[in-house]
């Protein structure tokens, strides 16, 4: 796929890699759909329009699929075609099994399972007809491998694999492709909160010994928007973390 000229729509698109992401689509020279649960800033637009191409912010909570078709209706009266779609926005809420609640594991599974499946049923109506399409589903290694105090994690992004593959089975058939991307230990404001001792123990698991970076799981979205003969995968970047 050329992305020039094309619309991209990245939720949780107001910082770290969802941001990181949107930029990257914006300088091959896509407009760009920012999205979260609350406005972007106007820097963080501007960020984007300094690069020359159209971008809209869009608030819109994913857990709720009315807002969610609300959101991609606006879409629809800006431009008339959305071409590559991003389910970047997710939450974390880590405690061990025994110490978690129902709550605590269905708000993660609503965020971040369930989100993603309202974006997805809520675009493929007009992508459809359309005939053509990308959706691209930030998952994680933890979905791969599962981790202590993170199970509701582990699960939604393990769930958003399984989503990946059926979707890419269901649409190819009119001409849309679905991919994951399971990033590792990407260097964010989250992991930035991490204590050194904490950082050491994981770097020393890490074949590559360092953290990745926004820019590289977004080289990671550009592959897999741009690649017409990929699709129902999942692609990590971890630095050799989960290799086998």
Known sequence: MELSGKTVLVTGSTQGIGLAIAQAFAKKGAAIVLNGRHAASEETVQSIKQLGVDCWDISADITNPDTVKAMIDQIYTVTDHLDVVVNNAGIVNDKLLNRMSTDDFATVIDTNLTGTFNVIKACLRPLYKQRSGVFINLASVIGLTGNIG???????K???????????????????????????????????????KVKDGILAQIPLKRFGQVEEVAHAALFLAENDYVTGQTVTIDGGLTMQ
């Open 158 to 196: 393990a769930g958003i694999i399984g989503l990946t593959k059926s979707v890419a089975k269901e649409a190819a058939m009119r001409g849309i492709r679905c991919n994951a991307i399971a990033p590792g230990m990407i260097d964010t404001a989250m992991t930035a909160q991490l204590g050194d």
């Open 150 to 156: 993170q199970a509701n994690y582990a699960a939604s």
